[in-house]
């Protein structure tokens, strides 16, 4: 039976920036009232990051596995699958992990900055067409606006019939944010102590750069497709005691962008091995689990892989 010694939520990070030169705009912001004078000039808080933290009365391990999320995505894709099954959160809290979910910095409950005062540029959006090849769920030509119409890849595992409802989730993201949401991200790791850390995408990227700035405070790593892996730099000490784990799905060959995101991982992981890294490939496709999009906690089989990922982390923990 599930026993939470407590659910926790806070902001970490941010700074007080002022913005002056915003023209006073005349808006209506209460049923039925006249419009009003708005002036946003002043100060505001940016760079800020929101965080839940499940803590369970006697966790298996006693560190946390923290849950970064990919670009234009918030902590939701952790908690609930598009057609309704348990996310991983549920999972990995009823195998007796501490849990903690982040809406990185700009996304989600982290809350935007004004632009372009604080942030210089506007954000960008994802279209469902966008989404649908790009997170390798069917062809560019397989998408279409009527939902029976689609066209996914063939042993495709994500649940295509709940696409438009996974669409809902999706948030606006800015380029050119890596530094101040590593900058929140370490403040995180500063905070919460040594982690289990799992990061998706976006995030995966970011989680392989956690673990090589701050090994001491990352007990093991899982980059679950990973789109990106910083600069290849001499293996510390502490990151070679860090165990990695790198989780791939499918259909990589319809799509020469990812194959490009992979290479670039690959080359990665591969100087961390030869520098004594600890480093696992794990191909679910090559461990009885074909079909899987870029969202292998989403998919119909998100729970195998859960429990893969973490009986790894179980194992990898008690070395």
């Keep these: 039976m599930l026993q939470l010694h407590s659910i926790r939520s806070y902001h970490i990070g941010g700074e007080r920036r002022a913005l002056q030169g ?3 705009e005349q808006r209506v912001l209460a049923q039925g009232s006249a419009p009003r004078p708005i002036d946003m000039n002043g100060d505001h808080m940016v760079g800020q990051m929101y965080v ?3 803590r369970q ?3 298996v391990r006693p560190w946390p596995v923290v849950l970064w999320h990919g670009g234009g995505m918030t902590g939701a894709n952790w908690e609930t699958t598009p057609d309704g099954r348990d996310g991983w959160l549920q999972q990995w809290l009823a195998a007796g992990f501490d849990v ?3 809406d990185a910095m700009e996304r989600g409950r982290s809350s935007w900055a004004p632009w372009p005062e604080l942030y210089t540029t506007a954000p960008i959006s994802r279209s469902l067409q966008e989404g649908w090849e790009m997170f390798r769920i069917g062809p560019a030509a397989g998408y279409a606006s009527a939902p029976q119409a689609r ?8 649940p295509v019939d709940a696409f438009d409802q996974f669409a809902c989730q999706w948030v606006p993201r800015w380029t050119g944010h890596d530094e101040p949401i590593m900058a929140a991200y370490g403040q995180l790791l500063d905070q919460v102590g040594p982690c289990l850390l799992v990061g998706h995408s976006q995030g995966g990227g970011f989680a392989l750069r956690a673990a090589a700035q701050w090994p001491d405070r990352v007990k093991a790593v899982v980059a679950l497709e990973p789109s990106g ?3 290849l730099q001499g293996a510390s000490a ?3 005691q860090v165990p990695h784990l790198v989780v791939w799905g ?3 060959d319809q799509h020469p962008q990812w194959q490009r995101y992979r290479a670039t991982v690959d080359a990665y992981t591969q100087g961390l091995q030869a520098q004594g890294v600890p480093v696992t490939p794990l191909v679910l496709a090559e461990h009885g689990l074909p079909g899987h999009s870029h969202f292998p906690m989403l998919d119909r089989q998100s729970d195998a892989v859960g429990r893969l990922v973490a009986h790894w982390l179980l194992d990898s923990a008690s070395r």
Excluded: C, E, M, N
């Design 229 to 231: 892996a910083p600069a």
């Design 22 to 24: 915003r023209p006073v």
């Design 250 to 252: 499918d259909f990589f």
């Design 238 to 240: 502490g990151l070679r």
């Design 52 to 54: 839940q933290h499940y």
């Design 151 to 158: 066209r996914a890849h063939p042993g495709q595992q994500f």
């Design 100 to 102: 903690i979910v982040t």
């Design 57 to 59: 009365v006697a966790p």
